[in-house]
Structures are given as structure tokens and as C-alpha cells.
């Protein structure tokens, strides 16, 4: 059964921010999702596995759209097997950790830092 969970970052996003998440995957989901939101709901970061074709999915959804996918063939993951995600914010960039190894940095689309106020993911 997938969980759901949400978190409010008081006062916005800062550089030097990071969320850790653990968990496992479950065999009838072929991919979970986390995201972080601001205030206005609009999405400044989105991250998606896909297990089915090994791939990580990032974007945004600003002024009602998605931007352009940024895919990565890096894939950590396993079906069934326990995993570790960190997403660290600097000024520029989220810096994406699997099983403490980096695979990939998603450059800031929605700006100010500040803006950015809540995470929410299903697993």
C-alpha cells in the first residue's frame, strides 16, 4: 500500500537544506514520487524513479505547465529492496544521493529558495 507523507519547512528553503528520505519500494508500484512545493503549489522540484525502464525523472510545473524533463539512466534502485534518498539544496542546485552515493543535481528552477515551503511524496 503506497504511503503518503507531507512536511512544512517554516520560513522556506535554505542553502544547506537536506531531506532524507528511507523506505522500500513495493512490488506493485513501478514508481513513487517526491516534490517539493511552494506556497502557491506551484512544483520546483519533482523526482520520480521509474522502475520499469531504469530511469530518474526530475522537472517543475510552474505557471501551469511542466517544464522539460530531465532523465537520468543512473538507477540505484531495486524493486523490493530497502533504499536511502537525500536531497541536499545549495544555492544553485538540489544534489540527489542514493545509498549515499550522488546521482544526479537538478538546477533551481523556481526562485527565491524562500518561496519553497512544503514537501510532499507518495512511496
Known amino acids: 500500500m503506497p504511503v503518503q507523507f507531507e512536511a512544512f519547512c517554516s520560513g522556506g528553503l535554505v542553502p544547506g537544506w ?8 513495493n512490488s ?3 514508481e ?17 524513479p ?10 517543475s510545473f510552474q505557471g501551469s505547465r511542466w ?9 540505484p534502485l531495486e524493486l523490493k529492496e530497502p533504499f536511502e534518498i537525500e536531497i541536499f539544496s545549495d ?3 538540489f544534489h540527489v544521493f542514493i545509498q549515499e552515493n550522488k546521482v544526479a543535481q537538478y538546477e533551481h528552477r523556481l526562485k ?6 512544503k514537501v ?4
Open 50 to 59: 521509474r522502475f520499469s525502464n531504469g530511469t530518474l525523472i526530475f522537472n
Open 120 to 123: 510532499d511524496g507518495r512511496l
Open 32 to 48: 513513487f514520487e517526491i516534490n517539493f512545493l511552494s506556497e502557491s503549489g506551484e512544483i520546483a522540484f519533482h523526482f520520480k
Open 91 to 93: 544555492s544553485e542546485y
Open 28 to 30: 506493485k508500484d513501478d
Open 67 to 75: 517544464g522539460e524533463e530531465e532523465v537520468y539512466n543512473v538507477f
Open 112 to 117: 527565491p529558495l524562500a518561496s519553497i515551503t
Open 18 to 25: 537536506s531531506l532524507i528520505v528511507q523506505g522500500q519500494s
